[in-house]
């Protein structure tokens, strides 16, 4: 029965290989690539697919790519945490920094928890050979392609693991070199496990969780024997992680979780923070270090308007603050529109005032609390208009 490699020994080939000059290669290079927000679900989800694919029949080596540059690794705090359950670390996984500069001939490539390639591998498009993904079909990839997997579940990474079920228990009855196989098996285990539970907050967010997330989670825990591995435990261990941004200066919170739009010729930028104003203005030592950071960053950005939301849950209840700045004239007015459209939020003023200017800067706690980026991008959009 041939063998198989150890998860890190498997990481140190694909970079190997990653580095072999292309007069040396004899066929070419096989990628797996997640999304570039670079979630949990989406680093995690390569990882696993490129490992059992790789030791399953033909064998082709899968490189796992992590869709972003390694500078911003140090942000996903959550996948360092992961990983190292996993005995493994940032170091060991390859990011866009480490991809050179390729002939897209040269390259296949297998897309999870996405369905399209952007940024600077959209010149890969020709080349993607398959699809496992969660998001909603832009039916940019072709309808031939093997897998092409592409249906709403929880996480990603349960769809992964249906459809390498049978490869994964063919895969992991190999010996493995260097290593022993149970515990092998078992440091992918947790690896699946911990975006499948992140990502559908323990099983219990009931509009995200498909079928295939319970059966998955029950796979790969039983592939756990660690008599002292607790699941619950194991949850709230991430999410403790996730929520840490102690480590953090202002700047990293402001672009870990960033989006920005430009619209009506003016620049929007939403910066999303796991913690609360209480905690952020804590953290800042007051609320004026806390905007004087924030204006630094729209600075950077070069924004006409910046928000900051938060999500928080002081007491075991969740909350959602937001704040809202017009920093150029244009983006001033912008910010009054606003005013006029923002009812639906149900806003009260945070901290009796203590981020306001009562005119162009407002800070609320947001009652509404379904309204996450994805609802209050579009109304701050809405105000970029000028009618
Ligand atoms: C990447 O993930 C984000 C958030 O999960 C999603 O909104 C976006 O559509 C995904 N991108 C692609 C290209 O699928
Ligand atoms: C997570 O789910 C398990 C199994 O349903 C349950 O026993 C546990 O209490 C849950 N833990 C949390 C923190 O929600
Ligand atoms: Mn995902």
Known sequence: MPSRQTLQAFLATA?????????????????????????LDSLSSAVVYAYIRTNSPPHTLHIPLSNLPRFDL???????????????????????????????????WMLVDHNCLTGSLKKFSGRVVGCIDHHADEGV?????????????????????????????????????DGDA???????????????????????????????????????????????????RYFDDISAVKEDISGLNFRDIFRKDYKEWDEAGLKLGISCSVQGFDYLVGKAGGAVPLLDDLAGWTRERGLDVASLMTTSHP???????????????EGKAAVERFGKIRDKLELETWGGGALDDGAVRGAWRQHNLGASRKQVAPLLREALKKS
């Open 15 to 39: 970079r190997k290989a990653l580095a072999t000059p292309a007069a040396q290669r004899t066929a070419p290079l096989t990628f797996v690539v997640g999304n570039e927000s670079a979630d």
């Open 74 to 108: 140090g942000l996903r705090t959550e996948m360092a945490a992961v990983l190292s359950a996993a005995g493994l670390g940032p170091a060991d996984l390859l990011t866009l920094s480490e991809l050179p500069d390729l002939d897209p001939d040269d390259t296949r």
């Open 141 to 177: 990839i072709a309808q031939s392609v093997r897998p092409r997997v592409v249906e709403p579940c929880g996480s990603c990474m349960s769809l992964v693991v249906d459809e390498t079920r049978h490869a994964w228990d063919n895969a992991l009855s190999k010996e493995v070199e």
């Open 182 to 232: 149970a515990a092998e098996d078992e440091k992918l285990a947790k690896i699946g496990l911990a975006s499948i539970l992140s990502d559908t907050i323990n099983l219990t967010a009931k509009e995200k969780v498909r079928d295939k997330d319970p059966k998955a989670v029950a796979f790969l825990r039983a592939k756990i024997r660690d008599p002292s591995f607790d699941r619950t």
């Open 315 to 329: 007491d075991d209840q969740f909350q959602r603050h937001l704040l809202v700045w017009g920093l150029t004239d």
